[in-house]
């Protein structure tokens, strides 16, 4: 079975901490993509980043990283020197080759104080 | 449009009511997908689109949910005589081409439709 765990259901920082967000995926299949998606309080769900299962490369944008392991099946998401805006539910995904559908965690709640 | 959009914002309906929603997908993108946030936090997946085929309804609780996109008009979402159960953020996304390798597969998503039973 499919299946994305998030364990940290909600993590306080103060502004300027680094913070890294954990994601742990389970799947048989050998191709498959992981997202991130933000979901700031207003609601709307923000597109972050896709990782194809092929593809082990470490990636920065900015101030966010992502760091994807298979050996570990792990795809952690780091955010460097949060601010408030940072502050949303971080939701990390599931899609696998042959399906369509996203399967979702249970999302991390970042709470950023100034 | 270059975004997922979806009405109404908020929908509140009595038990037993019925419930539309709407959902106009991003121009060029052929797929569609609803999911149901439910708690704040889970999401459950409902059924995809192709054009105006069904490509995956596994989701759907069929008895008294139903979803349509015809060519030339938004997609919807019906829900048959209302439970309280049925009280979520009903989110609608779009993407290209999620069965290929090759080419952006995210899915871009509307900013939900919050269906309140009383």
């Known amino acids: 079975a499919q299946k994305v765990t998030q364990a940290q259901t909600e993590i306080s920082v103060v502004e300027k901490e680094d913070v890294t967000l954990d994601c742990v995926y389970e799947?048989?299949?050998?191709?498959?993509?992981l997202f991130w998606y933000k979901q700031p309080p207003s609601g709307e769900l923000v597109f972050l980043i896709r990782r194809n299962s092929f593809d082990e490369q470490n990636e920065i944008s900015g101030r966010y990283s992502w760091n994807f392991q298979k050996s570990t099946s792990s795809f952690n998401f780091t955010i460097t020197a949060s601010q408030v805006v940072d502050s949303a539910v971080y939701f990390c995904?599931?899609?696998?080759?042959?399906?369509?559908?996203?399967?979702f965690g249970t999302g991390t709640r970042l709470q950023v104080f100034p | 449009g270059e975004e997922v959009a979806q009405t109404p914002k908020h929908l509140v309906r009595g038990e037993g009511q019925k419930a539309k929603l709407y959902c106009a997908p991003i121009k060029g993108h052929s797929y569609v997908f609803w999911y149901q946030q439910v708690l704040k936090n889970e999401f459950k997946f409902l059924i995809s689109f192709q054009n105006e085929n069904v490509f995956d309804e596994t989701g759907m609780p069929k008895e008294r949910f139903s979803a349509k996109c015809l060519p030339n008009s938004p997609c919807s979402l019906e829900i048959q005589a209302t439970k309280l159960e049925d009280s979520a953020v009903y989110f609608c996304a779009s993407s290209q081409s999620p069965l290929l390798a090759e080419g952006p597969i995210e899915q871009f998503f509307g900013p939900g439709t919050r269906l309140t039973v009383l």
């Open positions: 799947t048989r299949d050998t191709t498959y993509y």
């Open positions: 995904a599931l899609r696998l080759y042959n399906t369509d559908k996203l399967i």
